[in-house]
């Protein structure tokens, strides 16, 4: 490494190497609210630590961090600032490099810039974090506020700072998340020792408790069970949607967008969590995980509903304030089996091997295995290759759970849902911002006939399928079910 670039670390090193070395706990433990503790182990020989998370072995591994900077000259500075024995630094210009480089080799670490060209760094965050939830982000900004810190932070970042404060600040919110990610890695390899696993949760009627649950059910069943990463996080999806269901519509009795758009109140939700008979009911939530799959039982205290008028398969006649959860449910897990009066629902994910076979997913079906016929394909419009659909159920939407994934900001996590009934495809908008169009006219649930052009967001695909191949009486289309 050039001399120039260890001289001009030098000081601050010895800084931290003082700081953390043993005999200077108790300066540590004293020094205030902006005192970050460092990791134990070796320093580098700038007086770095090493990268914790090391092998079995104890060798040192190097710490690979991305850096985010459309400023050609900041990210020269920061690379420079951050560079060492152990720290390894690729600087891109944008937020699609990042993403590039990220497909293609995870780093440990990003650092991105806020304000950028082509995507902004808060979208990259979200991105990042719906396809890769563990990897930790910082984020700087030279025009920082408490909304943006705010909205960074729900957004999925690890950390955010002021750019002016990068070079005290950011080897030091660096090496405080290496450390955190470090005892993640040990409570990971604990978990995988593990063979089954129970719980048992009683919740008070507060959002904030509904995604910690999931992850730790997540986590455990990463450990457990033979589910993939995908199949995991729609499991998961299908949980959150359980659970939102219980609190809001069951305990809470907050009408859903229908009702709402037919007129109905929606009350303040801390003003309906703090009166009777709201405050007194909670939640009740039971989950087994073992090497063939996950089961989770969801009862709420609320009145119920008749799950029976939705019909077994949910697509057809789904009242739209029920329709999302049900649809993504069912959608994402093999059982879904409601208890009267309808405030008990269980439901369960079933691992490859154990009897059932595996689900396909669209976007990642091996290019060599034997394949049948499609269903439909989706040609888009402008340009690109045709996405096979092997099933008669999928959902489309940004979250790499979907069964097609569409990566672009306009399009929601779970943008719409396609299923076949009588040998035609329809298509079920899943309450989306940008909403779903055929050939133009926004839709909320309607039939896809053959050579029809589908908008997801901004992006247009022509449908192409047989309908006789389905399994459809003649060519001439039944009325809409709806």
């Not at 990259?124 to 900004?141: C, G, K």
């Not at 950390?159 to 998340?177: C, M, W």
């Not at 509904?210 to 199949?231: F, K, T």
Request: aromatic share 4%; hydrophobic share 40%.
């Amino acid at each position: 490494m050039p001399g120039r670039r260890r001289s001009s670390c030098y000081g601050r090193s010895t800084r931290r190497t003082k700081r953390c070395s043993p005999d200077r706990h108790d300066a540590v433990r004293n020094a205030g609210p902006d005192a970050v503790p460092r990791p134990a182990g070796r320093l580098g020989s700038n007086g770095l630590p090493a990268r914790t998370g090391a092998s079995e072995t104890g060798a040192d591994i190097m710490l690979r961090i991305l850096l985010v900077e459309d400023s050609a000259l900041q990210r020269r500075a920061i690379c420079g600032w951050l560079e060492t024995d152990h720290w390894a630094v690729e600087g891109v210009g944008t937020a699609r490099e990042a993403l590039a480089r990220i497909e293609s080799a995870t780093p440990d670490i990003v650092v991105s810039d806020l304000e950028m060209h082509d995507v902004g760094g808060m979208e990259l965050v979200r991105q990042l974090h719906e396809r890769h939830p563990r990897l930790p982000v910082i984020l700087m900004t030279a025009h920082g506020s408490e909304e943006a810190v705010v909205e960074a932070l729900r957004s999925g970042a690890a950390s955010f700072i002021l750019k002016q404060e990068a070079r005290t600040l950011l080897p030091e919110t660096i090496e405080h998340l290496v450390s955190e990610t470090s005892t993640e890695r040990h409570y990971d390899r604990l978990i995988a020792d593990a063979t089954r696993a129970a719980f048992d949760f009683r919740l008070d009627n507060d959002p904030a408790l509904i995604q910690p649950l999931v992850d730790l059910l997540l986590q455990m069943c990463a450990g457990i069970c033979r589910l993939d990463e995908n199949e995991r996080l729609r499991a998961g999806v299908a949980i959150v949607q359980g659970l939102h269901n219980a609190m809001f519509r069951g305990n809470l009795e907050i009408p859903g967008p229908a009702a709402v758009a037919a007129g109905a109140a929606v009350p303040d939700l801390e003003t309906r969590r703090a009166e009777g008979p709201y405050r007194d009911r909670s939640i009740e939530v039971h989950s087994e995980i073992d090497r063939d799959g996950m089961a989770c039982t969801i009862r709420d205290s609320g009145p119920g509903f008749d799950w029976t008028a939705h019909g077994e398969d949910c697509e057809a006649g789904l009242a739209e304030d029920q329709g999302r959860g049900l649809v993504l449910m069912r959608a994402f897990m093999d059982e879904v089996v409601f208890e009267p009066p309808g405030n008990v629902v269980s439901l369960r994910k079933k691992a490859p091997g154990n009897g059932e076979p595996p689900v396909a997913k669209a976007h990642s079906a091996p290019a060599t295995a034997a394949r049948a016929k499609p269903l439909a394909r989706l040609t888009p419009v402008e340009s690109g290759p045709s996405i096979e659909i092997q099933k008669t159920r999928i959902v489309i939407g940004r979250d790499r759970t979907c069964d097609i994934v569409i990566p672009w900001p306009d399009v929601s996590a779970h943008h719409c849902q396609m299923f076949v009934i009588g040998g035609w495809w329809y298509v079920k908008d899943l309450q989306t911002k940008n909403g779903v169009k055929l050939n133009g006219v926004p839709v909320t649930r309607r039939r896809v006939s053959p050579g029809d052009v589908l908008h997801v967001a901004k992006h247009r695909y022509e449908v192409r399928y047989d309908p006789g191949d389905l399994g459809a009486v003649g060519v001439t289309p039944p009325p809409e079910p709806f």
